[in-house]
């Protein structure tokens, strides 16, 4: 008689179904790769340089670095915190996450060395003892070769940041921070990297934070309230900045952090929208907030020059205020005048929340500023969600007086206040009351067509949907999204 045969599918192992198996097979791809593609950078650097030369980017300050033999071994700790990282993901889908910022970090540091190799031009002198041993492994193996972006700076900042986001206890967070610490300066004082390393190395390792967010959805998803002929003029501006920076050399080399923060920007609004600012509760996150800092810094300024004279916010009516976003203590000063429940309707997504008072409510919905959006079915769109959070925030809270603002408080938060004008006073209020009845209180609106032709389709929506009826149930989406102060 014939054996019959199995045609049941093998079972994975236990141990390879949760994060841990997950992390394994990610180390088995990871380390050889690493080595291949670092090697293979290496080598084609050391065979550039015998034909043409490689040229060094060092600032004569750096003659001053001292040579500190003993920092090798926090140096070459990043290898064995590499693999643990992955003991520290909670889930296959962290485990994941960490994988792809690993990966990214590798693949953006070779690129960068194939394409403008760089030497370390420091002869460093004959060393003993266990420093010495050490030296010579790392020899064995890395070239004068791979400088900027510095790959043990970008992948320093995934594991710490992967370390620092599991330690609860604030003792370990304080010696992860301090080791992490010492690993950065090891290889300025192990004589391994030159300075400009550590910035670029620095801005690779952030930006792969920012493509593999803890939170929401990577950049890469393309979102649907984009404005591309704004993302344009951003990136000439980067461009030139760029070149600025060049062309001045030496110092004038950090121009290329504004520059790569209003790429970004411009990527933005070209491709990922509000979501590429990465704002969540009010505060955005770590890597957001570094490589966004110039054009947040210029985003701030802008908006308190243009509203230097119009600081207050205007009141519209039945409870809701219209200005620009508020300090922590004008927003205090205001809530003390009210002498009742308070909430801010955050609409930015460029700038950070200000601490509110406890007793306040906190909603947002970041949007892009200077970007239209349809207020059509797409749960994205800003004036229709916004409007359903706003109907939420006055279920929860009916008393309450709420300021809408936006970064000058005359665009983004204008169309949201005439969307919800629309909404609540019913089918025969039209946009240009709506609009009038704004205006009337604060002159320096400014809703162009493109918001217009948003607020007319939302208009029609008002009279088919119950949007802000007292009587709607409470949407659980919306309100889960109201948070206190603090």
Known sequence: MDTPISTATPKTPRWLRGAFGRGVLWLLFLGPFFFLSYGFANQHAARMDTAIGVGNLVFAWERGIPLWPWTILPYWSIDLLYGFAFLCCRDKAATNRLGKRLLSAQLICVACFLLWPLRFTFARPPLEDLSGALFNALASFDLPYNQAPSLHIALLVIVWRQFATFATVRFARGLIHAWALLIGLSVLTTWQHHFIDVPTGLAAGLFCLWLWPEQG????????????????????????????????????????????????????????????????????????????????????????????RDSAPSLIGGGIWLGRLPTAREFAAWARQR????????????????????????????????????????????????????????????????????????????????????????????????????????????????????????????????????????????????????
């Open 217 to 308: 959805k990577t950049p890469l998803e393309k979102a649907v309230t984009r404005r591309p002929p704004l993302a344009l003029r951003y990136l000439v501006a980067a461009l030139l900045l760029l070149a600025a920076a060049i062309a001045l050399g030496g110092i004038g080399l950090f121009l290329c952090w504004p520059a790569l923060s209003l790429a970004l920007v411009a990527f933005n609004y070209a491709w990922a929208g509000a979501a590429g600012f990465q704002k969540q509760d009010g505060r955005h996150t770590l890597a957001a907030k570094w490589l966004f800092a110039p054009y947040m810094l210029g985003a701030w300024i802008n908006s308190r020059l243009w509203t230097r």
């Open 339 to 486: 002498n009742g429940a308070v909430a801010l309707f955050d609409l930015t997504a460029e700038l950070p929340a200000p601490k509110l008072p406890a007793e306040a409510a906190y909603m947002s919905l970041p949007c892009l500023d200077l970007a239209p959006v349809p207020a059509s079915i797409p749960s994205d769109a800003c004036l229709l969600d916004a409007v359903k959070r706003l109907a939420a925030l006055r279920r929860a809270r009916p008393d309450c007086e709420i300021w809408i603002a936006c970064a000058l408080g005359v665009s983004r938060s204008a169309s949201v206040v005439a969307a919800w004008l629309c909404a609540t006073t019913g089918p025969s209020a039209s946009v240009q009351e709506a609009v009038e009845q704004i205006r009337r209180a604060r002159p320096s609106i400014v809703i162009g067509q493109g918001s217009l032709a948003s607020l007319e389709k939302f208009a029609l929506l008002t009279m088919t949907e119950a949007l802000c009826k007292p009587n709607a149930p409470p949407s659980k989406d919306y309100g889960e999204n109201i948070s206190e102060g603090g």
